[in-house]
């Protein structure tokens, strides 16, 4: 059989972009290959998204060998499924500053590519992207969101400024604190279910966790 | 002369987790492999390399006179007795440590880059002038971790260090591993560390009762005690750290079931 993976990329204009189901399955016609790869773009997609694409792709007798994206909210869906991800870090594009509710305001978005170390100390104006693990003994905090795509076993406070909206979300979260505006919450004691991202947020006056997809 | 020596600072942040005992054995075994090197003892507060590898009573001068120009550096350098690719370079009086720069330390590394193919530096504990001094020193980096959670805590601190200063590459040796403890869940397992460390693992050596009495000899394992369970780990680790592919085995697999199996674990030449 035919390895070679083909590319399907959604690529919706400003209008249609809640038809991308349709546009998947008018790309998948089309496939004449088993073994694909999906650039999600910039759509802000949920677990519940990724795993609708794959039903669709699956009765399309497609297996689908990784996804790609530029929307931070789409890859930590895509990872915590277990799937091959790629970011692609793209900080001009408008259509996210607009519509993404997870990414408030990125033109003071700060972005770390690496392990936050034991004693490292990493600070956003706005929402902080890390594309790695924040280890026990580290410290991330930002005004806006704390997204991390790795594990959070460090300390991460979002929203330092005030901002009770304020969310951390982790493909693995099992820090030794969470911090959101002036609320402080020990981490959870039991281990969060394997594949499963989870974001913490203040819900009547708690810092709450909850499985990512209600973001 | 030699031409591409490789610098290699052997940290750990915490103190006791096995530097000194990993320089010592790993300089020896480099030696044997007709390596010249040289072991630069960095912990000026508690120098001990010259103690194990029994060649305190040789000293003469130290880097110390080296660096004050009292003395040439092979009048400092200590020949190890049976290994004759093997020299010491002792590390100072502790006073050193309130005026030594790392720029003094960079200078006795290129002195010692002239002559040697190995340098290996026994860093001191610790993250302060110290291990700054050392690491200002070197190319790249063992780190030297036991599998417990303050230990790994303090060489993850160091690996960060590390990284911001360029060392590279920084490799892990994880020590005093105890195949029964790790496969009963009693002790962090080797994907703990790494899943934290996120660092290659040079490799492992297991927990030798036998380390204490070559210690207190003044003979490094790898020196005369060459069937000792730890000394093959130190003799694997030299080995893949001049690029021989010897493949790493999971020693809680290896002991799960006991007896036998272990006995066969510390046979190995694998670990
Ligand atoms: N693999 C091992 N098994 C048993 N004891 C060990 C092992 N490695 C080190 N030790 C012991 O641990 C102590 C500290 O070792 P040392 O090399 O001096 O550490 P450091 O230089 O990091 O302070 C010594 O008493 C040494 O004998
Ligand atoms: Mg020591």
């Keep these: 059989m035919e390895s070679i993976s083909k590319r399907i990329v959604l690529n919706m204009d400003n209008n249609n972009s809640s038809n991308w189901e349709l546009y998947l399955k008018n790309e998948l016609k089309k496939m004449n290959s088993n073994n694909i790869e999906i650039d999600c773009k910039d759509l802000n997609l949920s677990c519940i998204d990724i795993m609708s694409i794959i039903k669709i792709s699956s009765k399309f007798n497609c297996t689908i060998s990784g996804f790609f994206s530029t929307s931070p909210k789409t890859i930590i869906s895509t990872q915590s499924l277990g799937y091959p991800s790629q970011f692609i870090f793209n900080p001009y594009s408008k259509k996210s500053v607009n519509k993404s509710d997870i990414i408030s305001d990125q033109s003071k978005a700060h972005f770390h590519q690496g392990t936050v170390r034991s004693g490292e100390y990493i600070d956003s104006p706005g929402d902080l992207l890390i594309l790695g693990d924040v280890n026990p003994g580290a410290i991330v905090s930002a005004e806006g969101n704390v997204i991390i795509w790795g594990k959070l076993l460090g300390i991460a406070h979002a929203g330092k400024k005030g901002n009770s909206k304020a969310k951390i979300a982790a493909l693995h979260l099992r820090p030794v604190q969470l911090r959101i505006a002036t609320k402080v919450a020990r981490g959870p004691q039991e281990k969060p279910q394997i594949g499963l991202a989870e974001q913490a947020r203040i819900f009547s006056e708690k810092i709450v966790i909850s499985p990512l997809e209600t973001m | ?271």
């Design chain 2, 1 to 271: 002369m030699a031409t591409d020596t490789r610098v290699i600072l052997i940290c750990s942040g915490k103190g006791g987790v096995g530097k000194t005992t990993l320089t010592a054995n790993l300089g020896i075994s480099l030696a044997r492999q007709g390596l010249s090197t040289a072991v630069l003892d960095a912990d000026f507060g508690l120098r001990n390399l010259d103690l194990l590898l029994g060649l305190e009573n040789r000293i003469v001068y130290t880097a110390q006179e080296v660096l004050e120009e009292e003395c040439r550096l092979d009048q400092a350098l200590v020949k190890h007795k049976q290994e004759s690719n093997l020299s010491l370079l002792p590390a100072g009086n502790p006073r050193m440590l309130d005026w030594l720069k790392p720029d003094d330390m960079k200078r006795i590394v290129e002195m010692l880059k002239e002559q040697f193919d190995y340098v290996l530096i026994d860093c001191p504990a610790g993250v302060e002038d110290g291990f700054k001094n050392a690491m200002a020193a070197s190319q790249e980096a063992i780190i030297v971790t036991n599998p417990e959670v303050s230990a790994v805590r303090d060489a993850d601190r160091v690996i960060g260090l590390l990284n911001t200063n360029a060392i590279k590459p920084v490799q892990l040796v994880l020590n005093r591993v105890r195949p029964k403890m790790m496969a009963s869940q009693e002790m962090l397992s080797i994907d703990d560390v790494t899943d934290i460390l996120a660092l290659p693992l040079l490799g492992l050596v297991l927990e030798d009762e036998q380390v204490i009495v070559s210690t207190n000899r003044g003979e490094p394992l790898t020196l005369n005690s060459v069937n000792s369970p730890a000394a093959k780990c130190y003799l694997n680790i030299a080995k893949r750290l001049l690029g021989e592919d010897i493949p790493l085995i999971d020693p809680v697999e290896e002991s799960s079931g006991f007896g036998a199996k272990f006995r066969r674990l510390m046979q190995t030449k694998i670990f």
